[in-house]
């Protein structure tokens, strides 16, 4: 099953938990070993999954969805700085019933699901992508009763306007893998890398039978500015969440914001639409509609529009930044 939404965003959230309930026993795939080059500064020290949002991740969101619908079994494929990955699964999910495949080479989303077969078996599986979603961006076109009869990846003039979310529920594993393998051994790539659109169009031509659901929410979270935005989305959606370990002095808070644990305010205001990572100590600032990473400082500026990476230090005036982690300036 494919799911189908309209183009334009590319991460799936609430409504994708229509039928979950009936998913228990397969095993989820989700793949983490982009690069997330559109994100960077950020990504050459934090993986794409793990840049925080509306005080969570976008690794603990999928996740915890999953398993709210059920889902026990959950292989990870990882490559760039997996091994924080697989830190931050064993640290925040311990008992998780977790695989972690490793893709060494970024030859493309279809080849990172080619090296799940021997896990996968002949299981279901429902993958979920992680952080190549921008990258599998691919359309379907469907017939008069509704099924989808082609797929095809980026197209150049796309044929509807029913784009795939990334997010696909495969019952006949043993074919999807032929497909996948067939791709590798003729050489048959998107781009110079192996999509895994074109192992479904495979199987579309081989009789497979995929059907449609609509997305109705979800977030762009490719680079900065949609990844404020989507911030800004689910703190308004959920309502953010300030941790009781906190020391605050002469600050405004206007909602929606996230602050977690060990932070530091002072004589600033904060708000609306700001995530604050852990540790982190502001003072004489205002913050509004920005992501602040862990154990950072920030004294007397005024950000609007903005990413921070974790261990930064800025002092300064007003500016609009997107800088990475273990930075210091100095804007006086």
């Known amino acids: 099953m494919i799911k189908v ?9 609430t409504t994708f938990t229509f039928h979950l309930t009936t998913l228990k026993r397969m095993k989820a ?4 070993a982009g690069a997330g080059t559109k994100l960077r500064p950020h990504t050459y020290t934090q993986p794409k999954a793990l840049i925080p949002l509306a005080g969570r991740t976008l690794l603990s969101i999928i996740i915890d969805q ?23 699964v064993q640290l925040n999910y311990p008992g998780l019933d977790c695989r972690f495949v490793y893709q060494s080479d970024r030859c493309g989303l279809g080849h990172a699901i080619w090296l799940t077969r021997d896990d996968v078996g002949d299981d279901e599986i429902l993958i979920a992508l992680g952080d190549t979603i921008c990258r599998s961006f691919g359309v379907a076109e469907l017939d008069e009763e509704g099924a989808i009869v082609r797929v095809v990846e980026k197209p150049q003039i796309p044929k509807s306007n029913l784009a795939l979310v990334g997010l696909y529920k495969i019952q006949d594993t043993r074919m999807l893998f032929e497909c996948l393998e067939s791709n590798l051994r003729q050489g048959r790539t998107n781009r110079d890398e192996y999509s895994l659109t074109d192992a479904l169009e495979c199987m579309i031509h081989r009789g497979a039978a995929f059907r449609p659901f609509r997305v109705n929410n979800w977030f762009d979270c490719g680079k900065k500015e949609s990844l404020l935005e989507s911030n800004a989305t689910l703190l308004k959606k959920f309502g953010g969440e300030i941790s009781d370990d906190h020391v605050f002095e002469n600050v405004i808070i206007i909602p929606p914001v996230s602050i977690a644990r060990g932070c530091e305010v002072r004589n600033s205001i904060i708000g609306p639409n700001v995530a604050i990572g852990e540790r982190t100590v502001i003072n004489y600032s205002i913050v509004r509609d920005s992501i602040i990473g862990s154990f950072s400082k920030l004294f007397d500026v005024v950000l609007n529009d903005s990413l921070i990476g974790s261990d930064t230090e800025i002092k300064g005036e007003t500016r609009t930044l997107n800088i990475g982690d273990n930075t210091e300036i100095d804007l006086g």
Not at 5 to 13: A, D, E, K, N, T
Not at 29 to 32: Q, R
Not at 69 to 74: D, P, R, T, V, Y
Request: aromatic fraction near 16%; glycine fraction near 14%; proline fraction near 6%.
């Open 5 to 13: 939404w309209r183009p334009g965003i590319f991460l799936f959230f």
């Open 66 to 88: 999953l398993r709210e619908g059920g889902i026990s079994e959950f292989i990870l494929i990882v490559g760039h700085l997996g091994d924080k990955i697989q830190d931050f």
């Open 29 to 32: 795939i989700i793949p983490v």
